[in-house]
T-cell receptor, first 112, second 117 residues
């Protein structure tokens, strides 16, 4: 059964810092991996989706990488801003048609 | 982009009552919908997979008689929490599977915060 782990559980940084969030998964046979943002009491906002054949995806200040063989993904946030404060969730799917399996998330706090 | 509408966004009820949560795909047909539950500071845990026109498949440890799922149409799935108790207080969120020419994607509702008094 797939298990997704995210480290660290919480992270506090000053505005402007670059940071890396880590995600690991136990079963490397994945269909894709997705990073989400969740604000308190709110739903999910999809940030980046990496297909199993891809190594990375970029969107603005965000870059996500995927290393299937080692069961790892990272989310890189450049020049962090207070508006980036949220919980970031990593999730994978085994195959098309199946549900996403989520990690517990990393709660990020960016201070001005 | 595809939109999934989930209602209500927040509900407070008395212990023993039943609560129905709706999840609608507004501009696409969703043959499959997934229901998740999230406790504070915890991950989203998959509760069940709902396929249109058939019985839902529940994850281990999820009581099917307590969490009734109905997926009677391609655009609507409902989750009913029957005889709710304070321990059922949680954030519930649905996800709908969309298939188009570019492939398959999952879209999420905005979630329902259930508080049982």
């Amino acid at each position: 059964k797939q298990e997704v782990t995210q480290i660290p559980a919480a992270l506090s940084v000053p505005e402007g810092e670059n940071l890396v969030l880590n995600c690991s998964f136990t079963d490397s046979a994945i269909y894709n991996l997705q990073w989400f943002r969740q604000d308190p009491g709110k739903g999910l906002t999809s940030l980046l989706l990496i297909q199993s054949s891809q190594r990375e995806q970029t969107s603005g200040r965000l870059n996500a990488s995927l290393d299937k063989s080692s069961g790892r993904s990272t989310l890189y946030i450049a020049a962090s801003q207070p508006g980036d404060s949220a919980t970031y969730l990593c999730a994978t799917r085994r195959q098309a048609g199946t549900a996403l399996i989520f990690g517990k998330g990393t709660t990020l706090s960016v201070s001005s | 982009g595809a939109v999934v509408s989930q209602h209500p966004s927040r509900v407070i009820c008395k212990s023993g009552t039943s609560v129905k949560i709706e999840c609608r795909s507004l501009d696409f047909q969703a043959t499959t919908m997934f229901w998740y539950r999230q406790f504070p500071k915890q991950s989203l845990m998959l509760m069940a997979t709902s396929n249109e026109g058939s019985k839902a498949t529940y994850e281990q440890g999820v009581e099917k008689d307590k969490f009734l799922i109905n997926h009677a149409s391609l655009t609507l799935s409902t989750l009913t929490v029957t005889s709710a108790h304070p321990e059922d207080s949680s954030f519930y969120i649905c996800s709908a599977r969309a298939i188009d020419s570019s492939g398959e994607k999952l879209f999420f509702g905005s979630g329902t915060q259930l508080s049982v008094l």
